[in-house]
Each structure stands twice: as structure tokens, then as C-alpha cells.
């Protein structure tokens, strides 16, 4: 797609983050399962649940727009995800490993909140109202997604486990 105006780049990102959610779909469930801590279980498993509904909320966006929900390969999300599963295999202590796939779900939900926050922007300068609506309603979850690892990491005690680990 030759991208000649606002509209399709924001097309173009929609397709970006609808193949990215897909991916962390796949991703969640691994990452619950190498994990002890109940919390980070909790909070992959939640947000397994969370993505699915964000998904939903973007063939939404197509579907106002006008457009079939098609993926657009997110590299980014692929090389952050790739990252996690070369720590896995590197088979860390688990205080370790914990801490690490903490750092890198932030990561993902970092870029991820960057590309709402321009796709949502965009929406509102093309006066996509409702489109705007549902990426800002996303871009709320990753953000409270993001508190709640750090809060995890931080006052789950997981980071203090990682740093006495041997």
C-alpha cells in the first residue's frame, strides 16, 4: 500500500497493532505457564483476556472505516516477543526469569501505547470520533497493564527476589 494520505496510515497502523495483538495472544499463554509468581499468572492470563477484547475493538475500527481487518506483519512486536523466548531458553533462576519477562511485557506494552496514542491522534484529526473512542479505550488498558507489572515487579517483591537470587 502506497501510503498517500493521513487515513492510510492510520490504516496502516491499525494493520500493524491488529497483527501485534494476535501475536501477544499467542505469547500470554506461554509466558503464564514459565511462571510461579500468582500475581504475573494473574496478570498474563488477564491480559490474554484483555487482548482478545482489544482485537475485537479493532476489527471495530476497520469495520467504521470502512475496511476489512487485515494484518500488516508488526516486526516490532515480533523482535520484543523474540526477546523473551531467547531469555526463557537461557533458563535463568525463576526470581531471574520472572523479572526479566516482567521487563520485557512492559516493553511490548510500551510500544504498544505509543501506537494507540498515534493511531487514536490520528483518528481525532480525521475526525474519526468513534474510532478515536475505542483506540483511546485500549490505550487506557495497556496503560493500567503496564502499572500493574510495575507494581507486581516492584511491590510484588518480585525485582527483590531477582536481586537476592544467587
Known sequence: MELTSLNELLIHELQDLYDAEHQITQALPKLAQKVEDTKLKSAFEQHLRQTEGQIRRLEKCFELMGEAPERKHCKGVEGLLKEGDELIEERPPMDVLEAGLIAGAQKVEH????????ARTWARNLRLTEVADL????????????KKLTEIATKGGVNREAAQAA
Open 135 to 146: 483506540l483511546q479505550t485500549t490505550l487506557d488498558e495497556e496503560g493500567d497493564t503496564d
Open 111 to 118: 510500544y504498544e501505547m505509543a501506537s494507540y496514542g498515534c
